[in-house]
């Protein structure tokens, strides 16, 4: 097994031209808008070509809930799309990109690794094509013309007190959560207090996330609350004319972007909302059109499947019509460890009954995501720590379950590690034994969506809201809204809001804290706990380590 770094493997890669991995897809030289010689964008002319093609079939990879330890579920991702096509199947992997907070934090990138890794992985998790400025300069430009509008006569009454929308950096600084903007005078505007949010939890990137096409991005751009009235009407950022200059800054960054895993096998890589904060999926226009163009589609939903696999279900899916055929549920030991009580020191001796304990956390995952009616399989993503008795644990108490857990290796050996998977997976699909149901109807009171995925995801016994927050969701229902999908916002690290509480806790409270209105995106964001829309960074955070060696390669970037 090699000891080098994911960012050494990644930077020995013979990478081929990136004409050549979309002739693989059949897509021609000139749909493609190179960005350099080994990523692209896939043009909007061809992906209106496809119309009328048969679809693939749609597979989700989601996880337990994280730990320090790692779980590996885009290492997995990548490394099933590869297995796939190890076993001879035309698939494609469709991922997220990076934001830049977390990459200079502590979270990392967002490539995979190993020998299951996309690459270009440096520029993936720097600038890439330059989507996420895309978005904040796109969201950016809304405030700027909120504010302008406001200062020059402010003709749609808005009341400055009640200006929703916030403005977004793509870097974690927790100094500018709340902020107070236009002091210095009269030439500086109106002085009022808002904040910033990462970009990944913009408003705009949801709405990039799941537009089915340019149009559909104005539209949906135009439907964006920005501010209310005196009188408690919205004011929409069609009202100050934003959504079309909006659209023009977007109008790139809507198009997938094409790159290749080491294998050289085509993988899309687009949008990058945090499951946490925000939806947790890949964009819409890259899943619908690798679905034109490959037999089997592999993709991800962000962190443990209480979060990301439910928003994929009922937002995601629910939005752009897709129903996946499959979920593979990545499971280490380390990190069913460390949710049985094992401490990230000791995680490397063989502790059995801890992974016993632990396995609780994948049972609650398991019967979460059977709940939506789609067949599951684990994937123990290897480490070479991992015996044999805690392994066969693992797959004992899946069987249990009425799943079953396969090892995959392929951080070690690439597709060929995971090869077992991939046929696991292809027999489950094959079957087409899914019956995918959303947890919850359109026409359901907005409060009790919120009370169904916290009793039947998390297990809570009861949602905490005050009268304030009850009073604003049913204002909302009033206004047309109240058929709106949830978005959670809740800590990743628990099915609790208390981050500290791992395994599988039931009986739980969950506090509401706000409830944010997202009418382009099209869901109702529910902020639980003491979650923050705006990241910090930990005390030493991995920018201290990043740095251009004296061959001018990048180091320590993961």
Request: with cysteine; glycine share 8%.
């Given at each position: 097994m090699s000891q080098k770094s994911d960012i050494e493997i990644a930077r020995a890669a013979a990478k081929r031209p990136i004409v050549d991995v979309a002739d693989q897809l059949g897509i021609a030289a000139q749909y493609l808008i190179p960005y350099g010689h080994d990523k692209a964008k896939v043009s909007q002319d061809f992906i209106q070509g496809l119309n009328g093609r048969e679809n693939g079939k749609l597979i989700l990879v989601t996880a337990v809930s994280p730990t320090p330890a790692g779980e590996g579920k885009t290492t997995t991702t990548v490394g099933l799309g590869d297995g796939l096509n190890q076993i001879g199947k035309k698939a494609m992997i469709c991922i997220r990109e990076a934001s830049l907070g977390p990459n200079f934090g502590m979270k990392g990138g967002a490539a995979g690794g190993g020998y299951a890794q996309v690459i270009p992985m440096e520029d993936m998790n720097l600038h890439f094509t330059g989507d996420f400025h895309a978005i904040t300069s796109a969201h950016s430009l809304l405030s700027a013309m909120i504010d302008n509008h406001i200062y020059w006569g402010n003709a749609q009454e808005i009341d400055t007190r009640r200006v929703v929308w916030r403005r977004v950096v793509d870097m974690n600084d927790r100094a500018l959560r709340q902020i107070t903007a236009s002091l210095g005078g009269v030439s500086n505007g109106f002085p009022r207090e808002t904040g910033y949010d990462i970009t990944v939890a913009s408003e705009v990137m949801a709405v990039l996330c799941l537009a089915r096409d340019l149009e559909d991005l104005e539209q949906r751009l135009g439907r964006i609350i920005v501010a209310y009235r005196r009188d408690k009407t919205a004011v929409y950022a069609r009202d100050i004319k934003a959504e079309g200059a909006m659209a023009v800054l977007l109008k790139d960054a809507m198009q997938p972007n094409l790159v290749q895993t080491l294998e050289h096998n085509p993988a899309f890589v687009h949008g990058g909302p945090f499951a946490n904060i925000a939806h947790g999926c890949n964009s819409v226009m890259a899943t619908t059109t690798a679905l034109k163009l490959a037999d089997y589609v592999v993709t991800e939903a962000g962190f443990g499947a209480d979060l990301g696999a439910e928003k994929f279900m009922n937002i995601k899916c629910r939005k752009a019509g897709l129903a996946p055929s499959a979920v593979v549920i990545v499971a280490t030991i380390r990190a069913l460890k460390m949710n049985g009580g094992v401490d990230k020191g000791d995680l490397a001796q063989e502790d059995v009954a801890a992974v016993e304990r632990g396995c609780a956390n994948l049972g609650q995952h398991i019967d979460n995501v059977k709940g939506f009616?789609?067949?599951?399989?684990?994937?123990?993503?290897?480490?070479?720590?991992?015996?044999?008795?805690?392994?066969?644990?693992?797959?004992?108490?899946?069987?249990?379950?009425?799943?079953?857990?396969?090892?995959?290796?392929?951080?070690?050996?690439?597709?060929?590690?995971?090869?077992?998977?991939?046929?696991?997976?292809?027999?489950?699909?094959?079957?087409?034994?899914?019956?995918?149901?959303?947890?919850?109807?359109?026409?359901?009171?907005?409060?009790?969506?919120?009370?169904?995925?916290?009793?039947?995801?998390?297990?809570?016994?009861?949602?905490?809201?005050?009268?304030?927050?009850?009073?604003?969701?049913?204002?909302?229902?009033?206004?047309?809204?109240?058929?709106?999908?949830?978005?959670?916002?809740?800590?990743?690290?628990?099915?609790?809001?208390?981050?500290?509480?791992?395994?599988?806790?039931?009986?739980?409270?969950?506090?509401?804290?706000?409830?944010?209105?997202?009418?382009?995106?099209?869901?109702?964001?529910?902020?639980?706990?003491?979650?923050?829309?705006?990241?910090?960074?930990?005390?030493?955070?991995?920018?201290?380590?990043?740095?251009?060696?004296?061959?001018?390669?990048?180091?320590?970037?993961?």
């Open positions: 009616g789609v067949p599951v399989v684990v994937a123990i993503n290897h480490f070479v720590a991992d015996t044999d008795a805690e392994i066969a644990a693992v797959q004992a108490y899946a069987e249990t379950h009425g799943v079953e857990a396969v090892v995959s290796r392929h951080w070690a050996q690439g597709g060929a590690g995971a090869a077992d998977l991939a046929e696991k997976v292809v027999g489950l699909v094959d079957a087409d034994s899914s019956q995918f149901a959303t947890l919850y109807p359109d026409d359901m009171p907005l409060f009790e969506k919120i009370e169904i995925i916290a009793k039947r995801i998390y297990r809570a016994n009861e949602v905490v809201a005050d009268s304030t927050i009850r009073n604003q969701l049913k204002e909302w229902e009033a206004a047309g809204y109240g058929d709106l999908p949830i978005c959670m916002a809740k800590t990743q690290y628990s099915f609790s809001t208390d981050p500290q509480l791992r395994g599988a806790p039931t009986g739980h409270s969950v506090p509401l804290r706000e409830v944010r209105l997202s009418a382009g995106a099209g869901f109702v964001v529910a902020i639980c706990g003491e979650i923050m829309t705006m990241p910090g960074l930990p005390r030493h955070p991995a920018a201290e380590s990043i740095h251009v060696n004296n061959k001018g390669d990048i180091e320590g970037l993961f």
